[in-house]
């Protein structure tokens, strides 16, 4: 926050720099808003999976997972989709564009990189506790506390996608 | 002896109903909830709000969005008090760092704006 309150040339507009040109004409943030209901939903079906964990309904309790780690997915393939628009077509780099102070560059790729990386991890992680449900192995501990951490995590990550949209994409 | 019926949602009281008895209704509204609140802050952009109204308006959103799915998705909500003022209160008190630091981040843009242009070219 201090470093972007504290250069003097202007501010690159979001809006503007993450615009996806649809139909002729210049969506603001479009992308971005796909890819924030995508991981909403995500967050949505893996609090449905907790509560199946609970009821103890195996096999819906891993699709659910599934379903999860599949938002995930698109998610992350949508992110890329933006990075390589903007570092190819739009030419940003971390140190530098042509929107406005060079700290943009640096600013974006580091918090939307790794907000990234940790659905990511996600991903696999939820992988492997859904085969995990498939298997019954919680079935043999008769405790599905592990999908609740597993939905701790991932939720936490949708809650850090929520501030990075508001306070990098909208502010 | 007929237990007394009063009408409440089954999941909104600490302490009555253990996890098992959420209803799928209960996140599938808190999930169109979300949506509606990010669909606000989104036409707050497509409005082109701008200033305090808009910062206002986007940390407001954000916030109830955090709110629901802290207290709803992650079940805060069914935590004991101890247990919700340790995990929530820490980072209030961040909020103090954030004002410092905008304080001294609008003293940093003063000095530079005076001498950095007489650095350049």
């Not at chain 1, 890329?80 to 406005?100: Q, T, Y």
């Not at chain 2, 098992?20 to 509606?36: A, G, K, N, Q």
Request: aromatic share 18%.
């Amino acid at each position: 926050m201090a470093v972007r309150l504290t250069t003097i040339e202007p501010w690159p507009n979001t809006s503007q720099v993450f615009a996806l040109h649809v139909g002729g004409t210049d969506v603001p943030l479009l992308l971005i808003a796909i890819m924030t209901f995508i991981l909403i939903s995500s967050s949505g079906t893996m609090a449905m999976a907790v509560t199946s964990g609970y009821k103890k309904q195996r096999k819906k309790t891993a699709y659910l997972i599934l379903l999860t780690a599949l938002g995930g997915v698109a998610f992350v393939g949508m992110q890329m989709f933006e990075w390589s628009k903007l570092i190819f077509e739009e030419g940003i780099r971390p140190w530098g564009n042509e929107f406005g102070a060079n700290q943009f560059g640096g600013f974006f790729f580091m918090i939307t990189g790794f907000h990234g990386l940790h659905v990511s991890i996600g991903v696999v992680y939820l992988t492997i506790v859904a085969k995990r449900v498939l298997d019954g192995r919680y079935d043999r501990l008769n405790d599905y506390q592990m999908v609740e951490v597993a939905g701790l995590y991932w939720h936490f990550v949708d809650l850090v996608w929520i501030f990075i949209f508001a306070f990098f994409y909208l502010w | 002896m007929e237990e007394q019926k009063q009408f409440k949602h089954p999941s909104f009281y600490p302490g009555d109903a253990p996890e098992t008895e959420h209803p799928f209704s209960l996140y599938i509204s808190v999930w169109i909830l979300l949506f509606v609140l990010s669909a606000f802050s989104y036409a707050v952009d497509i409005a082109e709000v701008e200033g305090y109204l808009r910062w206002f308006l986007v940390t407001i959103f954000a916030f109830l969005k955090a709110g629901l799915v802290v207290g709803v998705f992650m079940h805060m909500a069914w935590e004991r008090m101890a247990f919700l003022y340790a995990i929530v209160l820490p980072p209030l008190f961040l909020l103090a760092l954030v004002g410092i630091l905008a304080v001294d981040g609008a003293f940093v843009y003063y000095i530079r704006d005076l001498f950095m242009p007489l650095l350049g070219e």
